[in-house]
């Protein structure tokens, strides 16, 4: 995709990871080789080019995150806060020739011919983008309105020649006729990876440096925005492993607001003695308060649900807040007083646009806070901990592994615990012995309809021992089913 300015292509360097600081500091997640290089090939501008500056590079915050100071511009926190995940691009000519010959951009890969090995067209190169296992290329059809998805190995692209404007595509049997319309979509991609390697020896590839820019406009991440006085406990966990990759990948957005940002007073005070005596400290309604309003919460008077309205404040005139925070996001506070936490709210939010999560700290917060933006508390569990970000942490895991695309086999989640009331049954695997016990009998059977009888069986038997709870719904429900 091209800047609107021009038609020249650009490669996207990185994205902004939030605010940092009170000084208008950003964190900016490193595409490049060398994270420190995603300051040194000039300005960068944002997807629509409506905004222009250049970085330096203050530290690394963590492995390919940077603190980057904004040059040419200013920013408050809040207007930095309000940009996280968009992407930021360089023009393509700014970026060294890949060194190798093998090597290419992805940005010059894009809008190729691809011509099968015969030279019969097959169609246009789309997109490029590494989704995890290795470099592929979306290909838009010919003589159709559908898009495959190719391997970028030696043996499905045996050859790219730059200067005449062609790939040659060896389609792996079945893909062409196979592929249904609109499900193998272009827009999947996100634009990962810069220079890629044409294989070799080897039949994957890596991608090596930078990002192009998208081939159509990704959908918008699910976000979750979280008011705490600890912003750097996030990502945290949720920056690894599957979470982690979900957010790399943009399939979820994070932004986090210092609630002190908002205090007033010299002293940054948050927190203030519980009227009418008593032990610990109370989160103070007007600094809560302010956080909430800087998101376009407005509360009711009465104390009714809270309304959702993007908030002017926070954005410029002829800015664009890329990730402005989803209209009709609930907005939990997180405490141990909370209605419990079920998997089918946990669903429910994975179906909506997002969460902000309200994290409470000291003994809680000041009720009006609650009653007038009409503020849902939840709770992980009968057990105290000393603060709500933990519990966010966990609310946030939850959702995330529910997210399209996050979880490899989607056929995963219909057998978990919970999912129809019941416990997960056990799980077995290689050795056959192990410690003088071995694998039930049953299991290596290979009789399938025994295998699930006996499955059924230990998900009652677990349940029954250990949640008489879920067992007496389970068993409800289960002669209702009858009785309809
Ligand atoms: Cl959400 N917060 C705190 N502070 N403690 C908890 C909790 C939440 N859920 C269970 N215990």
Known sequence: MASPADDKPRICVGVIAGAHGVHGEARVRAFTDDPFDVAAYGEVETEDGSLRFSMTVIREAKPGVLVVALEGITLSREQVQAMNGTQLYVSRDALPAPEDEDEFYYADLIGLAASYPDGRPLGTVLAVADYGAGDMVDIKLAHSSKTIVVPFTREVVP?????????????PG?????????????SA???AGAVMTDPTDSTAQTAQTAQTAPASDPPSPWQATILTLFPDMFPGPLGFSLAGRALDQQIWALNTLNIRDFATDKHHSVDDTPAGGGAGMVMRADVVGAALESLGYQGSAKGETAEKAPNPASISAGEKAPNSLPLNAPLLYLSPRGKPLSQSRVKALATGPGVTVLCGRFEGLDERVITHF??????IGDYVLSGGEPAALVLLDAVIRLLPGVLGAPETLAEE???DGLLEYPHFTRPAQWQGKPIPDVLTSGHHGRIAEWRQAE?????KERRPDLWRRYMAEEQSGKDE
Do not use: Y
Request: aromatic share 2%.
């Open 159 to 171: 050859s790219v020649d730059l200067k005449a404007g062609r790939i040659v595509v060896n389609p």
């Open 174 to 186: 079945g893909l062409i006729d196979d592929a249904p319309e609109g499900e193998v979509d272009a």
């Open 189 to 191: 991609a996100k634009g």
């Open 374 to 379: 009409g503020i849902e508390e939840v709770s």
């Open 417 to 419: 615990s919970f999912e």
């Open 459 to 463: 998900r009652e038997r677990i349940t």
